[in-house]
């Protein structure tokens, strides 16, 4: 039985109010606890990103005066081609060594240093970047022309504070000598440092010269493989949702692909990767390192994801929209073309990018395809030879990067994970956009 | 010649004429029995009432008539439905030709999220009722004119459907199922959403429509029944326990189930 209440004033809290009250404080409490710990985490990465990988950003440049002797690069002076590409770059490394001395003696430098130890602190790819103009331009031979050498990465790093006289004391690279001498040319404005368009632009470099390593041929390799993966993905994902949506008899066969495409989901990277080495270098041929195949393992990685979120936003649509179109004669697929796509399509496009955005950092797959290394061939070269030529990909690029020793490759990983976010914050702005400009309400 | 087309002469002797005609209609979904044995003859021209407690068929039958239930799944329906003597479960029927000939109108109004005109024009367009543009903007306006809210909607055509108050999107959507030149409409509660005036609104609306269209509202309100309609069907537990013409139905009712639910008693 229910006993009639006595009078009871709203002022008075009741003790179970008040502990109601607490607990919800509590929890309140608790939310903001965890959304500090989250942003701090990611206010912490960021800084971290930022402070490492600004440094890629920045180069130590030394311009040199270089007289192009006649005698060392044409010996004949016909200037003909073909002769000219005999030279080697060990042809056109004394001509270093010289402008060096030069600069020596032309501006009064007191150093103790021989000419090769002096002509260390260039980059080994200032003689080969000599040669190509040269090349390009003949007509230089016999001149003095001005040069912007990369510094070497040791000096670089001096320049950036990485490198310093107590660091380098068990260091064979380097001698405190020649960061006197490095210090010298700083006074005298030839060694500077400046904003490296290279990273952004340039290859991959060898393990002797860091500072010549650029990120550009990777990006072009991600960006090839992105267009595979949408060109695939998007048509077969969206067409795979429609009939399992909208299509699909209710079955066991249909049951059992629904349960399959969502276990796809969960498989790790590095299984679709290994499916890829197997299916498609191994027994389809196709070549390896290539960003076709690349872009075809990503593919299927990127499939369940797009076929759920796709199945999602379809789900999302109203029934009554469905009925609707029916209930005027449209047929089954005008319905589902004329209607419940247009309203899925922020959500299909969502879901897409976000794909996309998973497919372009993933590194496991890309491991076991050998797209992942020393890739050499320089921007025009890549672009041209397109999808089938040996390339990497960004994050392959900064794992290649970041397990190789010098010091000067670690904070070009982490100028390379700069890039890589920059992609990502931008293609998922583009999705948040794109949500927003196709909403509609109902 | 197809076997189920009843000769003219056999037509003509039944008077007024029968538009549909139901013959021991069975439904089920899954184990449920839905719709247990319905006949009925539904005459043109005129409004038919479907009353009864919830649950007791009357939509069901209703999506038999231009077989929305095909769209459900495990609902199975048997028996004779026959539309100007056609049958329309005949394996030859495309069910999308025979919902452009049989109209329906929904209990929530359901505007495309489009314009007021892309709505209207939608049936037409996939229909290819109109030759050209002008032919389109002709038939939309003729729609919307029978619908009774071109004057609302005349300066706004190309303003969404679904930014219209709740009356007025369900008159858009009658104007969409006129759009197609159906013979039929189906309306399932159509005024259930909508706020009295609106109701009045489409009520007379209905009455209009009977000079053009054989149509069919199932409806809660027995009021409306007895407003607008010349026929009542009541259902009651899947059975179509008493059809007959409007006026009988509510005056003097020949089954006592009858009663009990008109005078309240029941449902």
Request: glycine content about 6%; overall charge neutral.
């Amino acid at each position: 039985m229910i006993e009639p209440n006595p009078h009871k004033s709203l002022f008075v809290a009741s003790a179970q109010t008040k502990r109601r009250a607490t607990a919800e404080k509590r929890f309140h409490m608790l939310g903001l606890t965890a959304i500090f710990i989250a942003l701090s985490m990611l206010a912490i990465l960021m800084t971290t990103i930022v402070a490492k990988g600004s440094g890629a950003f920045q180069q130590s440049f030394i311009t040199l005066d270089v007289a192009l002797l006649e005698a060392k690069l044409d010996k004949k002076g016909t200037r003909n081609p073909d002769n000219l590409k005999k030279v080697t770059t060990f042809g056109y490394a004394p001509l270093i060594k010289a402008a060096l001395e030069q600069v020596v003696v032309a501006r009064g430098i007191e150093t103790d240093l021989t000419s090769k130890d002096m002509a260390a602190i260039v980059s080994k790819s200032a003689a080969a970047q000599m040669r190509d103009r040269v090349l390009n331009d003949p007509r230089l031979i016999g001149t003095t022309t001005e040069f912007k050498f990369l510094a070497n990465s040791w000096i670089d790093g001096y320049l950036k504070g990485r490198v310093t006289r107590e660091t380098i004391a068990k260091n064979k690279n380097i001698s405190t000598a020649q960061l006197d001498f490095a210090d010298r040319l700083i006074e005298l404005g030839i060694i500077e440092k400046s904003f490296n368009i290279q990273f952004i632009l340039g290859a991959d470099a060898s393990d002797q010269r860091p500072e010549d390593a650029g990120i550009g041929v990777a990006i072009i390799g991600s960006f090839a493989m992105m267009c595979v993966v949408l060109l695939l993905a998007l048509p077969i994902g969206v067409a795979a949702s429609i009939y399992l949506e909208e299509f699909a008899p209710e079955n066991r066969l249909t049951d059992f692909i629904e349960v399959n495409v969502a276990n796809l989901a969960a498989v790790p990277s590095i299984v679709f990767g290994i499916l890829g080495l197997a299916f498609f270098i191994n027994m389809m041929h196709l070549p390896q390192s290539a960003p076709l195949v690349g872009g075809l393992v990503l593919t299927l990685m990127t499939l369940p994801t797009i076929i759920i979120s796709t199945r999602a936003a379809l789900k999302a649509v109203p029934p009554s929209i469905r009925s609707a179109a029916l209930g005027v004669g449209a047929s089954k697929m005008q319905t589902t073309i004329h209607h419940v796509l247009p309203l899925a399509a922020p959500g299909i496009l969502t879901g897409t990018i976000l794909g996309l955005a998973q497919a372009l950092g993933e590194t496991a797959p890309l491991l076991l395809i050998g797209m992942i290394g020393y890739v050499a061939t320089n921007m025009p070269e890549t672009v041209s030879q397109g999808l089938l030529s040996p390339n990497s990909a960004m994050p392959a690029q900064i794992y290649e990067w970041a397990k190789r020793a010098d010091p000067a490759f670690y904070e070009r990983a982490w100028g390379g994970i700069i890039i890589l976010l920059i992609f990502l914050v931008t293609m998922n702005l583009i999705a948040v956009r794109l949500r927003r400009r196709f909403e509609r309400r109902w | 010649m197809n076997e189920n087309i009843i000769s003219h002469e056999e037509l003509a002797m039944t008077s007024p004429t029968i538009k549909i005609s139901a013959r021991n209609v069975d439904v089920h979904y899954d184990k449920t029995h839905a719709i247990r044995g319905v006949s009925a003859e539904i005459p043109s021209n005129s409004v038919t009432a479907f009353i009864g407690p919830s649950g007791c068929g009357k939509s069901t039958f209703l999506r038999c008539l231009n077989r929305m239930n095909d769209t459900i799944k495990n609902c199975q329906v048997s028996g004779d439905i026959l539309i100007d003597g056609e049958d329309i479960y005949d394996p030859k029927v495309d069910p999308v030709q025979l919902r452009a000939k049989v109209g329906m109108v929904f209990q929530k109004p359901n505007p495309f999220p489009k314009s007021i005109y892309d709505n209207v024009a939608y049936g037409p367009r996939i229909h290819g009722l109109a030759r050209d543009k002008s032919d389109l903007d002709g038939i939309v306006e003729q729609a919307l004119r029978r619908a009774a809210i071109w004057g609302e909607v005349k300066d706004r055509l190309s303003a969404p459907g679904t930014g219209l108050s709740g009356g007025q999107q369900q008159r858009v959507c009658i104007a969409r199922a006129i759009a197609t030149a159906p013979e039929v409409l189906l309306m399932d509660e159509p005024c259930s959403a909508l706020d009295p005036i609106a109701t009045a609104q489409i009520e007379e609306l209905i009455d209009e429509l009977r000079q053009n269209y054989s149509v069919v509202i199932v409806t809660h309100s027995m009021h409306q029944a007895a407003r607008i309609s010349q026929k009542t069907a009541f259902f009651h537990m899947g059975t179509l326990v008493e059809f007959g013409d409007t006026k009988t139905v509510f005056t003097n009712p020949r089954e006592p189930q009858t009663e009990s639910y008109i005078t309240g008693r029941i449902g």
